[in-house]
């Protein structure tokens, strides 16, 4: 299926591994130019190298921090000059400290904030100009199923997250009709933050070992198997293209169908 996206430019936030380095490779195969940033050197290089490697497009790796505002417009700012255009927002971030509300303090709960919340506010304002323009242009933001059901020990994501949904619906009504806006709720996908988490819990003598973690993981998901990065980022590109025109506002679970809340 042509998503009718080629030749566009995206910038994926916490875009050099996991999730967000899915969606632009999705993005990439598409033949739009793609732009993210991290803040290690070595995967900067690896993902605008993978990057590189899929598509026709350009590639951009900037080094920058999302929970600093200065490092936040510094990547949407570069992204736009190099591009000369921007029409795909897409916000990852990285993940927060697993554990149960005992366990956090306020630096935790403030941390939280600016790295899944404010980066977001902070890339979209500074996105929003340009991504009106010629057009308008989408924004998806990845959170967690977590926004719709509890999750045992990640009471910072299950609190804070929500933020987000309510951002990107107040945004699907006053970006409109120049922006769609949307988010995905990935449920369990084989990355390193998935490592993290399972690690923690096996520390905490919740499982043996890693294998027999991520066996649990799967057995909660009714298609047997925790999904691939790809699949969420395939969902990313969809809601990106003008194959999903109509979607605006939605918070779609990509989750193998492990969310049993309506
Ligand atoms: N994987 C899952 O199954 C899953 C499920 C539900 C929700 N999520 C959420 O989806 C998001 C992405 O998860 P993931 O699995 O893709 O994580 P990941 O594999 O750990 O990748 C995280 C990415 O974010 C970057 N990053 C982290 N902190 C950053 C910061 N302060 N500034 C800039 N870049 C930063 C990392 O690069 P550097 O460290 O080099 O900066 C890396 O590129 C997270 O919020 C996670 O909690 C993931």
């Known amino acids: 299926m042509d998503l009718g996206i080629e ?11 996991g999730l967000g380095l899915a969606s632009a490779e999705a993005l990439a ?11 290690d050197a070595d995967r900067l290089a690896r993902a605008e190298d993978r990057l590189a490697a899929t598509g026709d497009g350009d590639v951009l790796a900037v080094s920058a921090d999302i929970t600093e505002h ?8 570069k992204t736009i000059q190099t591009f000369g255009r921007l029409d795909h927002v897409v916000t990852s971030a990285g993940g927060p400290p697993s554990g ?62 929500r933020g987000v949904i309510g951002l990107m619906k107040t ?23 998935i490592e993290e988490l399972v690690e923690d819990a096996v ?19 009714p298609l047997e198997r925790i999904g691939e990065p790809r699949e969420l980022g395939e969902a990313v590109a969809w809601l990106c293209s003008e194959r999903a025109s109509y979607l605006n506002g939605a918070a779609v679970p990509v989750d193998g169908g492990s969310t049993r809340s309506v």
Do not use: K
């Not at 306020?106 to 340009?130: C, G, I, Q």
């Not at 520390?203 to 998901?221: H, K, N, P, Q, T």
């Open 171 to 193: 945004l699907s009504h006053e970006f409109a009709p120049a922006v769609r806006t949307n988010a995905v709720l990935p449920g369990a996908h084989e990355t390193g933050r």
């Open 100 to 161: 149960s509300f005992l366990d956090t303090d306020d630096e935790d709960w403030y941390h939280a904030y600016d790295l899944l919340v404010m980066s977001v506010v902070r890339t979209v304002r500074a996105a929003h100009p340009t991504i009106t323009e010629d057009g308008g242009g989408t924004i998806v933001c990845i959170t967690s199923r977590s926004v719709q059901e509890v999750i045992d020990e990640l009471v910072l994501s299950n609190a804070v997250r």
């Open 7 to 17: 030749g566009n430019a995206a910038l994926v936030t916490a875009g050099t591994a």
């Open 70 to 77: 200065d490092e936040i417009e510094g990547f949407v700012g």
């Open 29 to 39: 195969r598409e033949g739009c130019d793609v732009a993210v940033c991290g803040r």
């Open 203 to 221: 520390e905490r003598g919740d499982y043996e070992d890693y294998g027999a973690g991520l066996d649990d993981w799967a057995d909660d998901v």
